[in-house]
């Protein structure tokens, strides 16, 4: 990997940093599949307050994205990693499974998913995102996908995680973070692993100018909904007219990080953010 100009220690208030355990574990798989990787963008870190709880939205293009912005984060803030509930179970993914025992099971916040005929399936929950909030509330940067993986080499759309968690915490800040696995197929991918290996493609990181999104007020009446939605209970009007106001909102916000993170993608990675 490329040796990088460190950011002025001076100019960035001291946090904790990412656990050890968890960084060089990642740096193992990460430096099998990828070659020099260049980080850029750097000086937005100082923009961010001491004060602030990050949330940091990343692209997840590959399956390399999350482990290399979380490597080359994890010296400036103590970042606690969300992923598939189903990588939380042995019986799931023995695999990943294990590289998270490895990593520590501790540094990853699990997301609802479950696999429907051999394909992964995330469903949104708001109750995934409580965990989320306390650990922000310790300190921990919360690392999370801002849109779901894809199969395409390209951004897919937008989910409502990064929005909604800022909706529901305090004193907030979004910091968009790109990865660009540079190759022109799909590399970085579970099933990809024996070719990534032999060719060992470079990859870019962008880091952003922080966002801090507009606050939603009455968000809490999200998860009242949803829930009598998957009892099957009768919405009134006045609560479907809610619903599609507070969904309106996280769209809105969702779109505001996917086009940020569209800026540093080549154009035909870039999806619908054109």
């Given at each position: 990997m490329a040796a990088e100009n460190p950011v002025d220690q001076n100019s960035v208030e001291k946090r904790h940093t990412t656990s050890k355990r968890l960084l060089m574990a990642i740096e193992a798989d990460v430096s099998l599949a990828t070659g020099e990787i260049q980080t850029h963008g750097k000086e937005h870190l100082k923009e961010i307050s001491p004060n602030k709880k990050v949330i940091i939205a990343t692209t997840h293009i590959s399956d390399l994205d999350v482990p290399i912005a979380t490597l080359k984060l994890g010296k400036y803030f103590d970042i606690a990693i969300t992923n598939q509930s189903i990588h939380h179970s042995f019986l799931g993914e023995p695999s990943t499974n294990i590289g998270m025992r490895i990593a520590g099971r501790e540094n990853f916040i699990p997301i609802d998913t479950k696999k429907i005929e051999g394909k992964k399936h995330g469903e949104f929950n708001p109750q995934n995102f409580e965990p989320m909030r306390d650990a922000l509330e310790k300190g921990k940067a919360i690392i999370i996908a801002a849109?779901?993986?894809?199969?395409?080499?390209?951004?897919?759309?937008?989910?409502?995680?990064?929005?909604?968690?800022?909706?529901?915490?305090?004193?907030?800040?979004?910091?968009?973070?790109?990865?660009?696995?540079?190759?022109?197929?799909?590399?970085?991918?579970?099933?990809?692993?024996?070719?990534?290996?032999?060719?060992?493609?470079?990859?870019?990181?962008?880091?952003?100018?922080?966002?801090?999104?507009?606050?939603?007020?009455?968000?809490?009446?999200?998860?009242?909904?949803?829930?009598?939605?998957?009892?099957?209970?009768?919405?009134?009007?006045?609560?479907?007219?809610?619903?599609?106001?507070?969904?309106?909102?996280?769209?809105?916000?969702?779109?505001?990080?996917?086009?940020?993170?569209?800026?540093?993608?080549?154009?035909?990675?870039?999806?619908?953010?054109?």
């Amino acid at each position: 990997m490329a040796a990088e100009n460190p950011v002025d220690q001076n100019s960035v208030e001291k946090r904790h940093t990412t656990s050890k355990r968890l960084l060089m574990a990642i740096e193992a798989d990460v430096s099998l599949a990828t070659g020099e990787i260049q980080t850029h963008g750097k000086e937005h870190l100082k923009e961010i307050s001491p004060n602030k709880k990050v949330i940091i939205a990343t692209t997840h293009i590959s399956d390399l994205d999350v482990p290399i912005a979380t490597l080359k984060l994890g010296k400036y803030f103590d970042i606690a990693i969300t992923n598939q509930s189903i990588h939380h179970s042995f019986l799931g993914e023995p695999s990943t499974n294990i590289g998270m025992r490895i990593a520590g099971r501790e540094n990853f916040i699990p997301i609802d998913t479950k696999k429907i005929e051999g394909k992964k399936h995330g469903e949104f929950n708001p109750q995934n995102f409580e965990p989320m909030r306390d650990a922000l509330e310790k300190g921990k940067a919360i690392i999370i996908a801002a849109h779901n993986p894809t199969q395409k080499w390209k951004l897919s759309k937008g989910g409502y995680g990064a929005a909604y968690l800022t909706a529901i915490s305090e004193n907030v800040v979004i910091l968009p973070v790109v990865v660009n696995i540079e190759s022109d197929e799909p590399l970085g991918m579970a099933e990809t692993i024996l070719k990534d290996v032999v060719k060992r493609p470079d990859a870019s990181v962008y880091i952003q100018e922080p966002i801090e999104l507009e606050k939603i007020n009455g968000i809490e009446d999200f998860e009242k909904i949803l829930k009598k939605r998957k009892r099957a209970e009768k919405l009134t009007k006045e609560e479907r007219s809610r619903f599609s106001e507070l969904k309106t909102a996280l769209e809105k916000r969702s779109d505001q990080i996917m086009q940020a993170l569209a800026s540093d993608l080549p154009k035909k990675k870039r999806g619908e953010y054109q």
